[in-house]
C-alpha cells in the first residue's frame, strides 16, 4: 500500500524528499518535495488508513491536487463512495483552512517586513545588472523586496530577488490573481501585465506616465491577473506583455484572448530565445550586445 501510494507521489512530480515525512493517521500534514529548497514543506498529505484506504495530496507550490485510494472505482461498494465522499469534502474543508490561514500569517508579516524595509542601495548589483529603477521595491539585507498585492491594495505576501537574481517567496504569499505594482497608478490609461518586475520596469522605462505597469510574477499568472484586471476595469486597455520563450508565449497569448487584452512580445530573434534572452529586459540586453543600443 505504502509503494503504491509513494508510486503515485512520483508520478505527480512531487516526490517527497524524506519518505519518513509522511504521516499516516488522517490528518493534514506537510512534507518537502524532492528539488524544492530545504525545510519548504510544499507538499500536503492526508492518508486514511481505515477502509477503503485513501489518500490526498498535492503541493501549493506546484499546483498539484489529486487523490489515491487502494481500491479501483469498479470494486467501490456503495458504502464505499460514501465514505471516501464525506472524507474528500472534510479534508478539502480542512485544506482550505489551512490555506487561508497561512496566506493572513504571510499578509502580516509582509506588512512588518516592508515597514523594517529601506530604500534599495543604488549600486544593488540585481538592479545595476537589469539597468533598471528601483521603483516601489525596498530592500532588506541585501535582496530587493517586493509587495505583493491584490487590486484593493491589500498586502498578500512578498518576493525577494537576490543580488545575482535568484528569486524566493515569503512562505504562504497568495500568489494567484495577485501582483507586484512596478510602475505608474491603477488602473492607468493603459495596464501593461508583464511576467517578471525587472520586465516590467522595463516596460515603465518606455510608457507613459499615465501608464501603469504590473508583474504577474511568473507566465502561469498572467491570466488570472488578467482577468481580474478586466473584471473590475471592464473598458481600459489592457496589453499583456508576454515573454518570447514557448510557454511565455502560450501563456501571454491565452491570457490576453481570456481578457479581451491586447498581447506584445519581444522582438528577439531564436539564436536569442535559446541562449536565454525571452523578455524585454533581456531583448535590451540582446540589442547592447550586437551593438544595436548603448
Request: charged share 25%; glycine share 10%.
Amino acid at each position: 500500500m505504502i509503494a503504491a501510494l509513494m508510486a503515485q507521489l512520483i508520478e505527480a512530480a512531487i516526490p517527497p524528499a524524506k519518505p519518513d515525512q509522511i504521516v499516516m493517521d488522517g490528518g493534514l500534514h506537510r512534507f518537502e518535495i524532492q528539488g524544492d529548497r530545504p525545510g519548504s514543506r510544499n507538499g500536503w498529505i492526508t492518508v486514511h488508513l481505515d477502509a477503503p484506504v485513501s489518500a490526498a495530496f498535492g503541493s501549493w507550490k506546484h499546483g498539484v491536487n489529486a487523490t489515491w485510494c487502494e481500491k479501483s472505482s469498479g470494486r467501490l461498494s456503495a458504502h464505499d463512495k460514501d465514505v471516501l465522499r464525506e472524507r474528500m469534502e472534510a479534508d478539502r474543508r480542512r485544506r482550505q483552512h489551512e490555506q487561508d490561514c497561512r496566506h493572513q500569517i504571510a499578509a502580516q508579516k509582509a506588512v512588518k517586513i516592508i515597514a523594517s524595509a529601506h530604500l534599495p542601495h543604488p549600486g544593488h548589483a540585481y538592479l545595476k545588472k537589469k539597468r533598471v529603477l528601483a521603483g516601489n521595491a525596498l530592500q532588506t539585507g541585501d535582496s530587493l523586496v517586493l509587495l505583493v498585492q491584490d487590486f484593493d491594495g491589500n498586502p498578500k505576501g512578498l518576493q525577494f530577488i537576490n543580488p545575482a537574481g535568484g528569486k524566493m517567496f515569503l512562505p504562504g504569499t497568495a500568489k494567484r490573481g495577485h501582483f507586484v505594482l512596478a510602475a505608474g497608478t491603477l488602473p492607468g490609461r493603459w495596464l501593461y501585465i508583464t511576467e517578471g518586475w525587472a520586465t516590467g520596469m522595463t516596460i515603465a522605462s518606455l510608457a507613459t506616465p499615465d501608464d501603469c505597469v504590473i508583474a504577474a510574477l511568473d507566465a502561469g499568472n498572467l491570466e488570472a491577473v488578467a482577468l481580474a484586471a478586466r473584471q473590475r476595469w471592464p473598458e481600459i486597455e489592457i496589453v499583456v506583455c508576454a515573454d518570447a520563450d514557448e510557454v511565455g508565449l502560450e501563456k501571454g497569448r491565452k491570457a490576453a484572448i481570456a481578457a479581451r487584452a491586447k498581447w506584445v512580445k519581444p522582438g528577439l530573434p531564436p539564436e536569442a530565445v535559446a541562449q536565454g534572452f525571452t523578455d524585454f529586459n533581456d531583448a535590451i540586453a540582446w540589442n547592447r550586445r550586437q551593438g544595436v543600443v548603448a
